[in-house]
């Protein structure tokens, strides 16, 4: 399986992994999927208090991550201000059972992006961002909602990292014994999660018909 | 709602939440039940080479989380060489559509902890901790394995971070529309996800009966 299947980015400093060196991917396909299966990520960045470790949603249009919050988003004002950042999203997918304790393991799909974000100021461009992050919520539903006025976009603040300095972690399949330990009688093999929908809950307020994206909910996978 | 039940944690300047702050909650024991039913977090630090978003698997003892690793891991050294970390674990729970585009949200639990870790020196101490993990990912599979060598255990460290600044964030429920849109005719309520077990896969080697965790694992929720 080569790691550069599709429009290679190459390891930086940064990037590169060095531990398990086998399970990176580096194309941008994979990078692609993995954040296109997650509505949210984790950004790490560090200012004078320290670390932080935040969740916010995010969605990628072309070769970008976006991510948006309030003008007074104390991270968002960092990030746009020069800060670096690393975003990382996982998705875990099963524990893995071997016949020795340490041979233990997890699988999982992880991506991460380094970089700076940049702030999205165009209106226009911001417009095309929130609503491409509708339709991926709820494909169609823009057209159904009463859109953003100018005080709301006013006040937030739409960013994006460039899908430039990537890597992927991932993960799959049953474990990997030590032939020392073939013999140990002990079930073997993986417990795997799922990432399911469930069935659409509908506000008490609401007295609309479910559209096509809220009945197809439960039925799609997540 | 009080955000003091149990064992109040009061909020530090890094913890205090000042973006929609009633959904912050401080206690112990909502911090606990976040992380006890994670097996990964994220966790943010800093080094020369800017910040760092890592995932890694996680268990809770107490009033400390745990990770571990191998020795060579660059986070592991830096996180017990006295590098200030913040660890996130977010369970995303739902999608929430509300009549206007602005007021789409989600559903969701975290808990973040700000701190340093701490290493594991103890060998008692360190075994105790990884049965720990073991009893989190099978009850009762330790006695089943082979465990860990001397060898096995000398390649790995083990760190904890103390439960003593944390902060949850959660929000569940429906949408909160704003009373000028009620009128607005489009399906609201909320999309939820789950978080599933599927069918226990045994490995092509295993030869053994599933024990108790592995026929049980389908039909508990995780």
Redesign the interface.
């Known amino acids: 399986m080569s790691n550069h299947t599709i429009a290679p980015s190459p390891p930086s400093?940064?990037t590169r992994v060095?531990?398990v060196a086998e399970l990176a991917r580096y194309d941008r396909a994979t990078v692609h999927a993995i954040l296109d299966d997650a509505?949210?990520c984790?950004?790490?960045?560090?200012d004078a208090?320290?670390?932080?470790?935040?969740?916010t949603?995010c969605w990628r249009i072309g070769d970008h991550l976006y991510i948006h919050g309030?003008n007074?988003?104390?991270m968002l004002k960092r990030l746009f201000d020069g800060?670096?950042?690393?975003?990382?999203v996982?998705h875990?997918d099963?524990?893995v059972?071997?016949?020795?304790?340490?041979n233990?393991t997890?699988n999982?799909r992880?991506a991460?992006i380094?970089g700076q974000f940049e702030k999205v100021d165009d209106i226009a461009l911001q417009h095309a961002a929130?609503e491409a992050l509708?339709d991926k919520?709820?494909p169609g539903?823009?057209a159904?909602?009463?859109?953003?006025s100018d005080k709301?976009y006013a006040a937030?603040t739409v960013l994006r990292i460039a899908l430039d300095e990537c890597v992927v972690k991932q993960r799959r399949g049953?474990?990997q014994?030590d032939e020392a330990?073939?013999a140990?009688?002990?079930?073997?093999?993986?417990?795997?999660?799922?990432?399911?929908?469930?069935?659409?809950?509908?506000?008490?307020?609401?007295?609309?018909?479910?559209?096509d994206y809220?009945r197809a909910?439960p039925t799609e996978s997540?």
């Not at 159904?144 to 953003?148: D, H, L």
């Open positions: 400093v940064r060095r531990r509505y949210l984790h950004i790490a960045f560090h208090l320290g670390s932080h470790c935040i969740p949603a309030s007074g988003s104390r800060g670096d950042a690393c975003v990382t996982t875990l099963g524990l059972l071997a016949r020795s304790a340490f233990h997890m999982y992880s991460m380094y929130m509708m919520l709820a539903r823009q159904q909602v009463r859109g953003g709301e937030i049953g474990p014994d330990d073939l140990q009688m002990v079930w073997t093999g993986e417990l795997p999660f799922t990432h399911g929908r469930g069935p659409a809950i509908a506000d008490v307020l609401c007295g609309s018909e479910a559209p809220v909910w997540a």
